[in-house]
């Protein structure tokens, strides 16, 4: 209940400011204003269609639904973003990730408009346990758009 209030007090003083509220989705570098935010959008470099695709940000987790093969979404603020973070994706019956083992002495992106490219290993011998079959792994290449605190990017 508190979290909720503190939503609704940020959202009428932004208002009352003459500043809207961050939206979580913009459609180009332009309309992020990337020295405040972090801004990132997706790349399916693969030739698979997806029909789910999520990112496991710091703080959230942004559900880009379907993606397919050589498609961008557009621009989404996040909180924080690491190079990269814990993936998942579907098409139909098979399932992608992106493991990350821990973030120990990596750093947060700093403000600025990114590009994560992703791409799939297929798996010729899908491992399977508990019932859940992993069909190929995803593995990402960040793309710096545009950045303005240049000494960090």
């Known amino acids: 209940m508190r979290i909720a209030s503190f939503f609704v007090i940020l959202a009428v003083s932004l208002t009352l400011a003459g500043q ?3 939206s979580s989705q913009v459609g180009r570098p332009s309309e992020c204003p990337s020295i405040s935010y972090v801004c990132v959008r997706i790349e399916n470099s ?7 695709f999520q990112v496991h940000f710091p703080e959230e987790v942004e559900d880009f639904g379907g993606l397919p093969a050589g498609a961008v979404t557009a621009y989404r603020r996040v909180g924080r973003a690491y190079d990269y973070n814990y993936t998942e994706a579907a098409s139909s019956d098979r399932r992608f990730v992106l493991l990350i083992i821990d973030h120990v ?3 947060f992106l ?3 408009s990114y590009t994560y490219r992703y791409r799939v290993q297929m798996l010729d011998e899908p491992p399977t ?3 859940f079959v ?3 792994y995803l593995y990402s290449e960040l793309e710096v758009d545009q ?5 960090r990017c």
């Open 147 to 151: 950045c303005q605190l240049v000494s």
């Open 105 to 107: 002495g990596d750093r």
């Open 46 to 52: 693969s030739d698979i269609d997806f029909d789910r």
């Open 134 to 136: 992993l069909h190929g």
């Open 129 to 131: 346990a508990s019932g």
């Open 110 to 112: 700093p403000p600025g």
């Open 20 to 22: 809207e509220p961050p």
